[in-house]
């Protein structure tokens, strides 16, 4: 004769709904998980690039030229023939400002400092020193510093 004992099968059916139950968590838990994977694995990317990108502006920055140096002792004219030169003959007003403002005038005002160079633009442009390439971009015509010192004299 068979025996039953409907207590333990109780107790098995019990386990075996708890560790379903478990195992459906645990799977959703997983699925969290790996959007939560995902989402970092993007953002870990997206920190890279910017990381790179902040590298490639660091080392442009750190190969600056030392404009006080290159200056110092200058006319203002030689100065924007200078900083052309060491941005590869192209020379927008705005960026002439900046450096000349940083030190190298006594204006007080960076508007000031950009109608100046504006005006000293134009003026090297009549005398084929300069071209204009856009409004507020120039291109160094002639890369020598003997036509400054002959015609200043």
């Not at 099968?9 to 709904?17: I, P, S, V, Y």
């Not at 478990?22 to 995902?38: F, P, T, Y």
């Not at 204006?107 to 009549?126: D, F, H, I, P, S």
Request: hydrophobic share 35%.
């Amino acid at each position: 004769m068979a025996m039953t004992n409907h207590s333990w099968e109780e107790q098995t059916k019990k386990l075996l709904e708890d560790t379903i139950s478990e195992l459906k968590n645990v799977e959703v838990d997983k699925q969290r998980l790996e959007h939560s994977i995902a989402t970092l694995a993007k953002r870990k990317e997206a920190y890279e690039i910017v990381l790179q990108d902040y590298r490639k502006r660091v080392v442009k920055e750190d190969t600056k030229p030392d404009w006080t140096n290159l200056l110092n002792g200058r006319t203002q004219k030689e100065m924007l023939q200078i900083i052309a030169q060491q941005q590869g003959g192209k020379l927008k007003v705005s960026q002439a400002s900046h450096i000349l403002f940083s030190g190298f005038t006594k204006a007080t005002k960076y508007a000031t400092v950009y109608q100046m160079v504006q005006g000293m633009l134009t003026e090297l442009t009549e005398k084929h020193i300069f071209e204009k390439t856009a409004p507020g971009e120039f291109k160094l015509v002639e890369p020598s510093l003997s036509n400054w010192e002959t015609e200043e004299k």
